[in-house]
């Protein structure tokens, strides 16, 4: 008989969580020739590459009734996927392509845009492949971006830019923004746009996984940041800034339908070999007390649907239902954040049930407070 302990979190779980995933995230290979400063990832520096029979049992475990609403969304990420090779990479594209084909799912690689050739050009014409590169802004922004022998890789980033460019390949730029980048909001914008790229993501920089040692600014430093973007943004309108985008869209509700509670992407991540984490693809390779190595199964006995068919059963989810819940009990955000983002939680307090993160507060509240400011001053 089921408890009520448990009836309350299939309850949580109802309101908070999509009951299919919207974005798979895939890691090709565990590999990376870049070592960046702030880089999440425990095992980058091993080569493991996920066979074909892997990528296969992940394609034969997803739910037909995942697909009934928008496209998802399939990333191939690391690693740096595109250390598999285009070879090996076109081998595990294929038991997507009955899913391409019929418009059931959109794919994108995020790369540090290094080893872009032509012949990787032409894959991602074929494939329909978006692009997203992570570079942080002009070269002195970079400092962090280094190959394993600690050399800079910027150059080679902008050459890998530059052949997308010649193949007539949009792409769209992650960025992670430090301490001292929060002062150079324009010039960074500048240089995105001055690339020709049309959507940015800017991460301010957060302490996850293997960057237990980040440091992320203070509120009030983001906040000026994102003023600045806000303002660099009423003029450059070609290019699209994801926080900026969503606060606007948010505010372009009616007053009721900001009051609605969003649902949280369960956002599967599959190893090279498999393992399935939750909430947030940072979790991948990490290893704790309490939760173990936050794998939930692997694809490989189990389908995936299988895996996420009663998530309430799994104790960092509980923990994240329990945090959520009490955002909404104490944060006058919440109606925009919606509790932000899981991962954040557990690295900077140890836990997914606390609320408040330096993260939330740079990512969410600056932004929100950043733009009242603006208004109030007309
Ligand atoms: S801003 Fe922080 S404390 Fe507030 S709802 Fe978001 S995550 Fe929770």
């Not at 969580?17 to 919207?22: K, V």
């Not at 399939?74 to 598999?84: D, F, N, R, S, Y």
């Not at 949280?264 to 979790?283: F, N």
Request: aromatic share 10%.
């Amino acid at each position: 008989m089921e408890t009520g302990e448990t009836t309350r979190y299939r309850q949580l779980a109802k309101t908070w969580l999509t009951p299919s995933p919207n974005t798979v995230i895939i890691q090709p290979t565990t590999f990376c020739p870049m070592d960046c400063g702030y880089c999440y990832l425990p095992n980058r520096h091993r080569k493991k590459d996920m066979s074909a029979s892997t990528a296969e049992a992940i394609v034969q475990g997803m739910a037909d009734y995942w697909f009934t609403g928008k496209p998802v969304e399939v990333v191939w990420h690391g690693g740096e996927p595109l250390a598999v090779g285009v070879d090996k990479f076109e081998e595990l594209l294929q038991p997507f392509e009955p899913l391409r084909a019929a418009g059931k799912i959109v794919q994108r690689v995020q790369t540090g845009a290094i080893l872009i050739t032509d012949a990787w050009c032409d894959l991602f014409k074929r494939y329909e492949i978006d692009v997203g590169v992570s570079i942080d802004g002009p070269e002195h922004t970079n400092r962090n971006r280094v190959d394993r022998g600690g050399r800079p890789t910027f150059d080679r980033a902008v050459k890998g830019i530059e052949k997308l460019k010649e193949h007539g390949l949009p792409f769209t730029t992650l960025a992670v923004v430090t301490i001292e980048g929060t002062t150079r909001a324009v010039e960074t914008l500048d240089f995105f746009a001055e690339l020709g790229c049309h959507w940015v993501g800017l991460n301010i920089e957060a302490k996850e996984a293997a960057n237990v040692n980040g440091i992320t600014p203070e509120i009030d430093q983001a906040q000026r940041f994102w003023r600045d973007a806000f303002e660099w943004a009423a003029e450059h309108p070609e290019v699209t800034i994801r926080d900026v985008d969503s606060l606007a869209k948010f505010l372009s509700y009616d007053a009721d339908l900001r009051t609605v509670d969003g649902r949280h992407d369960l956002i599967p991540t599959i190893s090279w070999d498999g393992k399935v984490v939750l909430l947030s693809p940072e979790l991948l390779g990490v290893h704790d007390a309490r939760h173990n190595d936050f794998v939930v199964g692997n694809v490989v006995d189990t389908p995936l649907s299988a895996l996420l068919a009663d998530v309430t059963t799994v104790p960092y989810v509980r923990e994240f239902l329990d945090g959520l819940n009490a955002c909404k009990q104490s944060c006058q955000f919440w109606n925009y954040c919606q509790g932000a983002h899981a991962g954040d939680r557990y690295f900077e307090h140890g836990s997914f049930a606390a609320t408040e993160t330096s993260h939330c507060q740079v990512a969410f509240q600056a932004p929100a407070l950043a733009l009242a400011e603006l208004l109030r001053e007309g």
